[in-house]
Antibody
Framework: EVQLLESGGGLIQPGGSLRLSCGAF????????MSWVRQAPGKGLEWVSG????????YYPDSVKGRFTISRDNSKHTLFLQMNGLRADDTAVYYC?????????????WGQGTTVTVSS | SYELTQPPSVSVSPGQTASITCSGD??????ACWYQQKPGQSPVLVIY???KRPSGIPERFSGSNSGNTATLTISGTQPIDEADFYC?????????FGGGTKLTVL
């Protein structure tokens, strides 16, 4: 079964750092691009990063550029999101998702999400 | 930055056809896809590359994309289709989501 399992969320103080992980199961991990998408409480979907299958290309929106870093370990079938300088508006459920190609195929499998709460 | 605009809400009667639009500059020149999200659940891809359905998505879901507008059409809408729907496109190395449309079936 194709599955993505996020972990690493929690309560963090403003200005702090957090590293999310996403384990991938049941598909060729290195053959798929990956993304992180977040959803603030009661709000819509917001894309926060993407990475190619090899890990050689990474993509970010301006809202997180310089604060968030996406990476992957293809040998361990795991995706990461390093988040620094966290702010209250980073509070959200963070989903990892896979795509055959970010530009053409959409995000065809999503994890269950991990909750990040930024508060003092 | 690129923007995709969706109506906040759409209502449809059971058995009727629902259409949800997504507008963006020259969107027809890009690939559009659509996601369905039910309360408390993760999003599910229902349309990709404008009009293709992933395995397991019912045939009543279809899509089109031309000019500045992509449209998700649900034929013979069922109560189980009630959900939030998001369009998405790729623009200059970024994934862009629309603001979402709440579909009410009543």
């Amino acid at each position: 079964e194709v599955q993505l399992l996020e972990s690493g969320g929690g309560l963090i103080q403003p200005g702090g750092s957090l590293r999310l992980s996403c384990g991938a199961f049941g598909f060729s991990f290195r053959s798929n691009a990956m993304s992180w998408v977040r959803q603030a409480p009661g709000k819509g979907l917001e894309w926060v990063s993407g990475i190619s299958g090899s890990g050689g290309s990474t993509y970010y929106p301006d809202s997180v550029k310089g604060r968030f870093t996406i990476s992957r370990d293809n040998s361990k079938h795991t995706l990461f999101l390093q988040m620094n300088g966290l702010r209250a508006d980073d509070t959200a459920v963070y989903y990892c998702a896979k795509a055959e190609d970010l530009a053409t195929h959409g995000l065809d499998v999503w994890g269950q999400g991990t909750t990040v709460t930024v508060s003092s | 930055s690129y923007e995709l605009t969706q109506p906040p809400s759409v209502s449809v009667s059971p058995g009727q056809t629902a259409s949800i639009t997504c507008s963006g500059d020259k969107l027809g020149e890009k690939y559009a896809c659509w996601y369905q999200q039910k309360p408390g659940q993760s999003p599910v891809l229902v349309i990709y590359q404008n009009n293709k359905r992933p395995s397991g998505i019912p045939e009543r879901f279809s899509g089109s994309n031309s000019g500045n507008t992509a449209t998700l059409t649900i034929s013979g809408t069922q109560p189980i289709d009630e959900a939030d729907f998001y369009c998405q496109a790729w623009d200059i190395s970024t994934v862009v989501f629309g603001g979402g449309t709440k579909l009410t079936v009543l």
